[in-house]
């Protein structure tokens, strides 16, 4: 499997978790959507560094080859199925009462 494979599926396995496994239900509420937003340039900030300085590298076979920030897209893909998942767990537990 590809890294864009892998990442992809990683955005439907945590868009599924949210809206049918643990019902936050997240993705459709503004407050991800501004927490998101706020997250977001920090990590394509550390991705341009990481990328930039070559301390992480991509094989070109395993990505699509569209970059921002220096990163591939996919690292986009894969830090919002994580901020995803994080913050719907995170709400799960809280409901709980952990």
Do not use: C, H
């Not at 830090?79 to 537990?93: D, E």
Request: aromatic content about 16%; glycine content about 4%.
């Amino acid at each position: 499997m590809i890294y864009t494979e892998i990442a992809v599926m990683a955005v439907l396995l945590s868009i599924i978790s949210d809206l049918f496994l643990i019902r936050t239900r997240l993705i459709r509420k503004a407050v991800f959507w501004t927490s998101y937003a706020i997250i977001l340039p920090f990590q394509l900030v550390t991705n341009w560094w990481l990328t930039s300085r070559q301390i992480v590298t991509y094989n070109p076979d395993v990505i699509i080859g569209a970059r921002l920030a220096s990163a591939p897209l996919e690292d986009l893909l894969f830090g919002f199925s994580l901020i995803l998942s994080v913050l719907s767990l995170w709400v799960y537990w809280g409901r709980k009462g952990f």
